[in-house]
């Protein structure tokens, strides 16, 4: 049995179904992300687990235990939330230390676990300042204390660094992971942005309109995407509409291209197109790879990563170069030829 | 150029103003000062104040009325607080239906809820003006709903500044159930909004006449008025005395309402 288990959860507002058919089972101590655009369902399944929302139907156990329907202060989860939600009539040491002050645990205990969640979150003698004389990032630092401080057995976070600046988010994602590994504690982290996903997940979970696509690594995602949504939504990806030649072989043509798909599946005549990730084209020809050439539409530098657009009979294809000094750009209007690798390739 | 000469044009004009709404204000209670110190002929004197001081009814309808503020404002925030509170977090779509009852204290005037509540409790079988301690019951149910505009309007305020949501759900996720939520997390965060809610009813309460003369109870308010009607110097000492004590408990209920070193809060919204 799995420790937490989510098993045909659905949820409706009125006719419109928020979340629907989710199942999923979570190890011990896994992180698992839920990835998907706003409206996709992942923070109403998030709020589920938590006991905000009730399922329409469905059930969540943790560790055996029907926790469906039971209030959320009866289910011993710790939550981060994305505004804080620190109690701004407390100090920060008050804020960490009310849960324990809810479970009537003693003053000598409350203030020991006070000061070992201070180190951990590094605000040592930051416990007497109040939340508004705080920053943003530290504020979440004592949110996540807080969450932390009872002990929970699942730790969930609802987009919690989506109000800090880039920089802060990227220090504080690799904080939160730590301190994940370091406490062991089984965690589910909601967010929209792709790059924390697949920076912290062991798991991530995609989901689109209420439904789940992709549950898989980081790896599985980003690399063997089961569906166009998946395909798109995580990472840029290129897909060229191709002429099946051999579905047998996975021989296709973009326009007077002869190609070979990597991964293919059954071809049964339906319109196919070739997906294939901008990293995953180089320029030149390259014998023994698929080889493709156009004129250079576009060029756009994104910091270490310069992003050149051709078109390939009428359809943009973009790769992405880093941006080395030796590198030379190639000029637009300029007919340019790219390759890639046959095994790097699929047919969606 | 032009900026500095409008910003002097301007300045000159909010100081006009200033000094008008502060002469507006106070110059009466400057006459009413002076007029209070002249009850012996040729001299400033205080007789008016020791007459006043030493009548017991004076002292008897100042307790009686501070007690009520008091009592009213405790009541009404523990009935309007919760329900504010819940109809921000389960039931958003009464709030217009609500807000259209709370100012009902202005539609309907004060002389017709009197003698509405005469009529309804004056006989059997909810009859509660047989005794003081019952028509008391009944004042303090009036004084509620005659400072229910102000004391709703001033939680409401104060509800929109904190987070309800998030904060009611975060308390919960530690554990705490909807009182501990109630008294741990909603009261201390609305204490501004409550005191300024307070500080109004505590006034309309003091200044009230027709309730307290209609059930005849020993309130300030019926006992300014039936000194104004017989006596010239001691209702005006009366008026003076009554606003520097009710300014004083003002202070005392500012005074033990303000918290620690909260200071500007903010909830991370």
New interface residues.
């Given amino acids: 049995m799995s420790f937490l288990q989510l098993t045909n959860i659905n949820k409706k507002f009125g006719s419109t179904a928020a979340v629907d058919n989710f199942n999923l089972a979570v190890e011990q101590g896994e992180f698992i992300s839920f990835l998907g655009p706003s409206g996709c369902g992942k923070t109403t399944t998030l709020r589920m687990i ?3 929302e009730y399922p329409t139907s469905g059930s969540i156990t943790l560790q055996g235990n029907d926790l469906t329907f039971t ?4 289910r ?4 981060v ?1 994305q ?7 407390m100090t920060v040491a008050q804020n960490i230390g ?2 324990l002050k ?2 009537r645990k003693s003053k000598e205990a409350i203030e020991a676990r006070i000061e070992e969640l201070l180190t951990l979150i590094h605000m040592e003698n930051m416990g007497a300042r ?3 004389q705080l920053s ?1 990032g530290q ?1 979440q630092r004592v949110a996540l204390a ?2 932390l ?2 002990q929970p057995q699942v730790l969930l976070l609802d987009e919690p660094l989506s ?1 800090l600046d880039a920089k802060i988010r990227v220090e504080l994602r690799h904080e939160i992971r730590r301190i994940q590994q370091q406490l062991d504690i089984t965690t589910i982290y909601v967010t929209h942005d792709q790059e924390e996903a697949l920076s912290l997940s062991d798991r991530i979970v995609v989901m689109n309109q209420g439904g789940m696509e992709q549950v898989g690594t980081p790896d599985q995602i980003y690399n063997f995407p089961e569906t166009e949504f998946v395909a798109r939504f995580v990472g840029q990806i290129n897909l060229l509409p191709v002429e099946v030649v051999n579905p047998r072989d996975g021989v296709i043509k973009i326009g007077d291209h002869l190609l070979r798909a990597g991964r293919f599946g059954k071809l049964n005549g339906k319109p196919v197109r070739l997906a294939i990730r901008p990293e995953e084209l180089h320029p030149g020809y390259l014998e023994g790879s698929n080889n493709l050439s156009g004129k250079v539409g576009s060029i756009t530098y994104l910091g270490s990563i310069i992003r050149i657009r051709v078109d390939v009979d009428g359809n943009p294809v973009s790769l992405d170069v880093f941006n080395e000094r030796k590198f030379k750009p190639p000029s637009v209007g300029e007919t340019y030829q790219v390759n890639f690798p046959v095994e790097a390739s699929w047919l969606i | 150029m032009d900026k500095s000469l409008n910003s002097k044009r301007v300045t000159g004009w909010a100081l006009f103003w200033t000094i008008a709404a502060l002469l507006y204000f106070f110059v009466p209670i400057y006459g009413t000062l002076d007029f209070s110190l002249r009850m012996k002929r040729g001299e400033i004197s205080l007789m008016a104040y020791q007459i006043v001081f030493s009548d017991p009814r004076f002292l008897e309808s100042f307790r009686y009325s501070a007690l009520m503020g008091v009592i009213t404002i405790i009541v009404s925030v523990l009935i309007f607080v919760p329900t504010v509170y819940w109809i921000y977090l389960k039931l958003p779509h009464i709030r217009p239906v609500v807000e259209i009852i709370t100012i009902m204290p202005f539609i309907v005037p004060v002389i017709v809820y009197v003698f509405g509540l005469i009529r309804t409790f004056g006989k059997p079988p909810f009859q509660l003006t047989m005794t003081p301690f019952k028509t008391d019951i009944l004042m303090l149910a009036g004084y509620i709903v005659i400072s229910m505009p102000y004391m709703y309007r001033a939680i409401d305020v104060g509800m929109r500044s904190i987070d309800v949501r998030s904060l009611t759900e975060a308390a919960q996720s530690l554990g705490s159930n909807w009182l501990q939520v109630l008294f741990n997390v909603i009261f201390p965060n609305l204490r501004i909004a409550i005191l300024s809610g307070a500080l109004i009813c505590f006034a309309t309460v003091m200044g009230e006449l027709i309730l307290g003369d209609f059930l005849v109870r020993p309130a300030l308010g019926p006992y300014m008025a039936s000194i104004g009607k017989t006596k010239a110097y001691e209702p005006a000492a009366l008026s003076i005395i009554s606003y520097v004590l009710t300014w004083i408990s003002l202070g005392f209920i500012q005074f033990f309402s303000h918290g620690g070193d909260t200071q500007q809060q903010i909830t991370g919204r």
């Fill in positions: 938590a006991g905000f209030p959320p202060n009866k011993n989860i710790g939550m939330f505004s804080y939600a620190l109690f701004p009539n009310y849960g809810i479970a109040y939340p508004y943003g504020q807080r969450a401080a009872i109000a």
